[in-house]
């Protein structure tokens, strides 16, 4: 840079100082808002809902019938043989000792099961209270004062909602510590410097706290909606996306530095060659998360908006935090290993025997570039074939010992809401139905909240709830309307469940009333059947909103269309790779329907950052050099950043699997597998290789496709490059 365009020695100063304190501050107020992540995040089931379902419906209208101010859990005792009058009155002991615990409202008596060797106990818990709490004091006393004779568990709705509240637990601690530190190794290992990483890893914590603060407000004004899964999956997406920008601007200015640049010449000369691409890889990540507006599940409307923030300011971080702090540390930032004047430039000719990882590379592309694609896409192909086995059709997570003893769905019924003039019919039609074992209804002033229910000469008739001469209970009308409860014969998350709740739907759908079904089976039922329409709806139009950013970026058709299918066979690899891993390796039972969309939305819109720092760079050095040489020298500079950045945020995804939740642990596995699938096969291998075998044509319909700089250049001898080179150098 002349002496004219160069800023002040103080304007040298003041300015990165500036942003640094700026930083520094929205880092400092958005730092404590880590520990009141819980005043504004949910783990309530309404969170994860399908909006339009009809078990959304149902689930909106529990309160009114319900009342909004107790959720049940069952506890379930188990002998080895047939329980007698002792233990009977052993599991009364312990239903009286939990009923006078803090928080729990009523307790049923003791429930025998039909078979004589179980029984259970409903408990009504304080909606309002810390529920995850009271379910733990539950079990600490069933475990402390249970009949020393019988086993006893847990669950219920309250149950899961304390077990999915615990799998969520360390999601702002243990998380971040395992995220951040794998991170931290992976660039001392690259970089061999002790301040460099910390400086990255400032820019990338600094990102989260001051994007951490902008949701948690937004959270509190009711604008977005947190929950544990997007925390989680917010925090590892601005580590891992923060770190990576922050990697290609520290490759551009330590190749300024390697030019003898100073300080504010190496930091705004990176800043110019960065910023580009960094924007256009941030700009792709948050237009695949707003694609997840599309979505009719709330979990998935929450992510886009929230996700997309924080990609905002991991950007925003990476442009202006880091060059700040190394406009001000120099070329001191890369101590012991600072980078000598000359020895980050290219060699001159990379198709002759080069010294360096990456420049060999090079060399074993241009001289075998359509075998290797070839081959590379013939693996990606065959890993893809385990596809066909991945199970995403819900997980199973009932009780199993509860299905044993009792009516498989007991612990989570179907609630159908009918005009109360329509109950008598209604109840006939659900009884009558395959998998349904016995219907009841919502009613006050009974322990377990419903009574029994029969149709005697066209009336609704209620079981009384207590000693003989007990008068039977009226059933609660909430609008004209009241709510009969369907306990189903197979467990609640199975198949056999869902297609009984199809059934059921199809049966009211030709009666001559209205009805609408919901509960825990309907839920799981409705929620698959929008995962699939999203995954219908939503990923084409990621595909057809990240080619779009492509071709604006590389002012091309061809080359987009390219690297678009090879992030698609990517992402297939992964899966079909997953899918064998999941089932053979770690044995799970299944895997939500939203892992195949999610693992989409991230491996494409991330997997996709790795071919745009790669072409445009190649780009670029095309402009000078040529097209076939340019892509050498392309993935000769960007080797190192980019093999650093996807093992950075492979490192972070696989963070997620020390949060307990199946549908965590299964996505950090798929996104950080093919993360490293994209860094090491398709950017490294694939995508050049194919490149380079296409030649100028890449570019088409650009003006670079038509003048090449190969065409202007002086010729080369045959001793210069490689046959195949110098044969389409003679036909060019």
Not at 322 to 338: E, M, N, Y
Request: net charge negative; aromatic share 6%.
């Amino acid at each position: 840079m002349s002496t004219a365009s160069t800023p002040s020695r103080w304007l040298r100063i003041a300015l990165p100082l500036v942003l640094v304190v700026i930083w520094l501050a929205g880092g400092s107020i958005g730092g404590p808002y880590f520990g009141k992540v819980e005043e504004v995040s949910t783990n309530d089931q309404s969170s994860f809902l399908p909006q339009s379902a009809e078990s959304t419906q149902v689930q909106e209208r529990l309160d009114d019938f319900l009342g909004g101010d107790a959720i049940p859990a069952l506890v379930v005792f188990e002998g080895p043989e047939a329980l007698d009058a002792a233990d009977l009155d052993d599991v009364q002991t312990v239903a009286d000792e939990i009923g006078a615990l803090d928080g729990v409202l009523e307790v049923s008596p003791a429930i025998p099961s039909e078979n004589g060797e179980a029984a259970q106990v409903v408990v009504s818990i304080d909606a309002s209270a810390e529920v995850t709490d009271i379910v733990g004091e539950v079990r600490e006393l069933v475990a402390a004062d249970g009949p020393a004779s019988l086993e006893a568990w847990v669950t219920g709705p309250a149950g899961f909602t304390a077990d999915l509240a615990t799998g969520f637990t360390g999601i702002d601690g243990l998380l971040l510590l395992v995220a951040l530190g794998a991170v931290f190794v992976i660039l001392v290992i690259v970089y061999r410097s002790p301040l460099l990483p910390i400086l990255v890893l400032l820019t990338s914590v600094f990102a989260l706290c001051v994007a951490l603060l902008s949701v948690w407000w937004l959270a509190k004004a009711g604008i977005v909606v947190l929950n544990g899964q997007v925390q989680g999956i917010l925090f590892i997406l601005v580590i891992g996306a923060a770190t990576d920008y922050a990697l290609l601007y520290v490759a551009r200015f330590r190749e300024a530095v390697g030019e003898g640049r100073r300080r504010w010449d190496a930091a705004t000369t990176a800043w110019k060659g960065s910023v580009e691409p960094i924007l256009a890889s941030g700009g792709t990540v948050i237009a695949g998360l707003l694609c997840l507006l599309l979505s009719d599940l709330a979990s998935n409307r929450a992510l886009g908006p929230i996700a997309s923030i924080g990609i905002a300011f991991a950007m925003l971080s990476a442009l202006t935090f880091l060059p700040a702090l190394l406009a001000l540390v120099g070329r001191a930032a890369f101590w012991p290993f600072i980078p000598k004047t000359g020895m980050t430039e290219l060699p001159a000719d990379l198709t002759q025997p080069t010294r360096g990882l990456w420049a060999k590379l090079a060399r074993f592309v241009a001289r075998r570039a359509r075998m290797v694609w070839i081959l590379s896409t013939v693996v990606l192909l065959a890993a893809s074939v385990g596809v066909t086995q991945l199970k995403a059709d819900g997980v199973p997570a009932s009780a199993v010992v509860l299905a044993e003893h009792f009516a498989a769905g007991s612990g989570s019924p179907l609630y159908v809401i009918v005009a109360e003039g329509d109950a008598p019919a209604a109840a006939e039609l659900i009884g009558a139905q395959d998998g349904v074992d016995s219907v009841g209804v919502v009613a006050a002033d009974t322990p377990s909240g419903q009574a029994a229910a029969s149709v005697e000469d066209g009336e609704l008739v209620l079981a009384p709830q207590g000693p003989p001469g007990t008068p039977a209970p009226e059933p609660t009308v909430d609008g004209g309307d009241v709510m009969l409860v369907a306990t189903l014969s197979d467990a609640a998350d199975s198949l056999e469940a869902e297609q009984t709740v199809r059934d059921l739907r199809d049966a009211l759908a030709d009666a001559p009333f209205d009805g609408i079904v919901g509960g825990t089976t309907a839920v799981d039922l409705d929620t698959n059947d929008t995962s699939i329409r999203d995954r219908t709806v939503i990923i084409p139009v990621i595909l057809v909103v990240v080619l779009l950013i492509l071709m604006l970026l590389l002012r091309s058709i061809l080359a987009p269309v390219l690297l678009i299918l090879s992030v698609i066979v990517s992402f297939a690899a992964a899966l079909g790779v997953s899918a064998l891993v999941f089932n053979d390796v770690f044995g799970f039972p299944g895997g939500d329907p939203a892992v195949p969309l999610y693992g989409f939305v991230f491996l494409v819109a991330l997997g996709i950052d790795y071919n745009i720092f790669l072409m445009s760079r190649v780009r670029e050095e095309s402009l000078g050099h040529g097209t076939r040489r340019g892509i050498l020298r392309g993935l000769v500079a960007t080797g190192g950043v980019i093999t650093s950045a996807g093992l950075v945020l492979a490192a972070t995804f696989a963070a997620l699997g020390v949060i307990q939740i199946l549908f965590l642990v299964q996505l950090a596995f798929i996104v950080a597998f093919g993360v490293l699938l994209d860094t090491f096969i398709v950017r490294s291998l694939l995508v050049p290789a194919l490149a380079y075998d296409i030649g100028r044509r890449i570019w088409w319909p650009s003006k670079l496709s038509r003048t090449d700089a190969d065409e202007t250049a002086p010729p080369a001898s045959a001793e210069e490059m490689t046959r195949a080179e110098y044969r389409r150098t003679l036909d060019a």
